[in-house]
């Protein structure tokens, strides 16, 4: 069992950053994706960007350009700072974790844990 605890959110005005964090912890594991994933308020959840553990990272377009993800393998920490924000990014955001694959994937059932979210809110 993976333990995923996010942190960072809040609220900024558009053209703003903030910089989110998640810490995993519990059992060890040598390979793993780690991904962030968003949900705004009557939408469906979507992904937004990931990344291996060897560093190879996807973003969604929506993103490309303003947000960067990062990792820490021996904190098992990974972040993602996201800037230029536009009130279209406001939404809950979840970091998630897939064990079992090495390449990453932008379905939600391909992530075994979550974490709880963290709310993001850009004004206008």
């Known amino acids: 069992q993976v333990r995923l605890v996010e942190s960072g959110g809040g609220l900024v005005q558009a053209g703003g950053s903030l910089r989110l964090s998640c810490a995993a912890s519990?059992?060890?594991?040598?390979?793993?994706?780690m991904g962030w994933f968003r949900q705004a308020p009557g939408e469906e959840r979507e992904f937004v960007a990931a990344?291996?553990?060897?560093?190879?990272?996807l973003y969604a377009d929506s993103v490309k350009g303003r947000f960067t993800i990062s990792k820490d393998n021996a904190k098992n920490t990974v972040a993602l700072q996201m800037n230029s924000l536009k009130p279209e990014d406001t939404a809950v955001y979840y970091c998630?974790?897939?064990?079992?694959?090495?390449?990453?994937?932008?379905?939600?059932?391909?992530?075994?844990?979550w974490g709880q979210g963290t709310q993001v809110t850009v004004s206008s």
């Open positions: 998630a974790i897939d064990l079992l694959r090495s390449t990453i994937s932008t379905m939600q059932g391909a992530y075994d844990s």
């Open positions: 519990g059992r060890t594991f040598p390979t793993y994706v």
């Open positions: 990344i291996t553990w060897s560093g190879s990272t």
